[in-house]
Nanobody, 115 residues
Framework: QVQLVESGGDLVQPGGSLRLSCAAS????????MGWYRQAPGKERDLVAT???????KYADSVKGRFTISRANAENTVYLQMNSLKPEDTAVYYC?????????WGKGTLVTVSS
């Protein structure tokens, strides 16, 4: 089993920045992918960004140029730096980790972008 704990969600004004963190613990595999999904009220959960253990990254078109995903492999932690936040970025952000044939999820952290 793998446990994921997210942090960093908050209320921020449009144009502001936040950094989310997600720490993994438990039965950790070296080869893995971590990343973030988000779910806005009344909408489906959508992919935001992913990063492999080798550093290969992918982003949703809606966040390219504004969000940056990174990781610290020694700490089994992934980060999401979010800049130029927009009201439409408001959502619960979920961390995930894929290793082997299993997907693991955090409980989510709420990001609210509002003036």
């Amino acid at each position: 089993q793998v446990q994921l704990v997210e942090s960093g969600g908050d209320l921020v004004q449009p144009g502001g920045s936040l950094r989310l963190s997600c720490a993994a613990s438990g039965n950790i595999f070296i080869i893995n992918t971590m990343g973030w999904y988000r779910q806005a009220p009344g909408k489906e959960r959508d992919l935001v960004a992913t990063i492999t253990n080798t550093g290969y990254t992918k982003y949703a078109d809606s966040v390219k140029g504004r969000f940056t995903i990174s990781r610290a492999n020694a700490e089994n932690t992934v980060y999401l730096q979010m800049n130029s936040l927009k009201p439409e970025d408001t959502a619960v952000y979920y961390c995930f980790r894929t290793q082997g044939v299993m997907d693991y999820w955090g409980k989510g952290t709420l990001v609210t972008v509002s003036s």
